[in-house]
């Protein structure tokens, strides 16, 4: 498969501060119609991702979105062939990842990105499988 990240990733990424409200986050969801928001630090560099899962722990309105980040962020690099993207994806158990080039984010994919290549069929299965003989003697 030769399809890079970049060129399935959202290009256009929302992104917050750890500072912020978990309230202003959800309000920036609810508007732009997203379900996770990259947070960078004030050099713009990733250090952590909310999902609207994260409000299932039911935090307060007002509690800053630092309170939700773990401690470690996963990126992959918009050169990346998706085959990487899908690898963290499973590994980790996510489904979005933000994409960088040179630290910098340049976009986000998702799982939902990934299953499209299905849907379009732009991915084709490199050895398919053959029929059993057995099974076209039984007919």
Not at 42 to 67: A, C, L, R, W
């Amino acid at each position: 498969m030769n399809i890079k990240i970049a060129d399935l990733m959202v290009k256009n990424v929302v992104t917050t501060e750890p500072h912020k409200s978990i309230g202003h986050v959800k309000e920036m969801m609810t508007k732009n119609r997203i379900s996770c928001v990259p947070v960078v630090n004030s050099d713009n560099e990733p250090v952590g991702i909310v999902t609207t899962n994260d409000f299932k722990i039911n935090p307060g309105d007002s509690s800053q979105v630092s309170q939700l980040l773990s401690g470690h962020v996963y990126t992959v690099p918009a050169y990346n062939d998706v085959s990487v993207a899908a690898k963290v994806m499973r590994k980790h158990h996510f489904h979005h990842l933000i994409v960088t080039h040179e630290k910098e984010i340049v976009g986000i994919i998702s799982s939902f990105d990934l299953l499209a290549l299905l849907d379009d069929h732009k991915f084709v299965m490199k050895n398919p499988p053959t029929p059993n003989k057995k099974s076209k003697q039984r007919i």
